[in-house]
């Protein structure tokens, strides 16, 4: 049997003396007695300083054990349990790819069931539509003759409220014979003048007037000019009538687009 004293502090062992195991049929000689240390005195006992960083201890009867293991066995074993955590990763890994296949085909599930309600909500919208098929046509129709109606209407003037102007103006003394109007047309651009230094034109209108004397014709020229929508005037004064005793007078104006009635022409356009 071997005894040791281990010391942590400085790791050395201490080998005492072996005792050679017994023999069959022969006895193993006594160890010889050690003397004992005579016990101390329990005041010197519990005023003895403990000694620090160093212990001390004593292994008797331990069964001696030897780790023959060569590196390769703990290698492998530390690789298996590399390999096994390696292994619960990709596990890991391939649960969250199932999980994310699965939730991008419910959400493909849904999206598909609502594409097919907005297909049939569409349906029923084309459904409820053809009901109303004979209304659409009339509010064709109707758009349709709104439209020739502002067509038609985009060369009208208002006539009346013009020769009421043209009217006002009128000197004394003066009469009012004939009256002739033209303007353009929706079919056909209305022909101008080729003087250059008259401005262009939407429509014309002649009077004819009676004076027993010679009028005052460019204080009456500058009051048609004021007028709203006269491009220019054209005056002519004629020879003395024998038989009446009146001098004809010959009034040309010429409107613009100023003059448009636009009756049919839409609010806000």
């Not at 193993?28 to 005041?43: F, G, I, S, Y």
């Not at 005023?47 to 054990?65: F, H, Q, V, W, Y």
């Not at 999980?99 to 594409?115: H, S, W």
Request: glycine share 6%; no cysteine; aromatic share 4%.
């Amino acid at each position: 049997m071997s005894i040791t004293t281990r010391r942590s502090d400085a790791q050395e062992t201490e080998q005492l003396p072996t005792v050679a195991p017994a023999t069959k049929g022969r006895r193993a000689p006594k160890a010889p007695k050690k003397p004992t240390a005579p016990a101390e005195p329990k005041a010197t006992r519990a005023s003895a300083p403990k000694a620090t960083g160093r212990t001390e201890s004593l292994d008797i009867g331990m069964e001696p054990r030897v780790d023959l293991l060569p590196p390769e066995v703990r290698a492998e074993r530390k690789n298996r349990s590399t390999r096994r955590g390696f292994g619960w990763g990709v596990l890991a890994v391939l649960l969250a790819v199932v999980l994310a296949i699965g939730g991008a085909f419910v959400y493909n599930v849904a999206a598909q069931a609502r594409f097919l309600g907005a297909q049939l909500a569409t349906a029923d919208l084309l459904t409820q539509q053809q009901k109303f098929t004979g209304v659409r046509d009339v509010q064709k129709e109707v758009a349709l003759a709104q439209a020739a109606q502002r067509v038609g209407a985009s060369t009208e003037i208002d006539w009346k409220a013009l020769l009421d102007q043209v009217g006002a103006v009128q000197p004394a003394g003066v009469a009012l014979d004939t009256v002739a109007a033209d303007s353009a047309s929706p079919l056909a651009i209305y022909q101008q003048s080729p003087d250059p230094l008259q401005l262009a034109r939407i429509g014309t209108v002649t009077t004819v007037s009676s004076s027993p004397t010679i009028p005052d014709v460019t204080a009456w020229v500058r009051e048609l000019e004021k007028i709203p929508g006269v491009a220019d005037v054209v005056p002519s004064i004629g020879a003395l009538d024998t038989t009446t005793g009146q001098y004809k007078v010959t009034i040309t104006l010429h409107v613009d687009q100023t003059r448009y009635a636009k009756r049919f022409e839409q609010k806000g356009k």
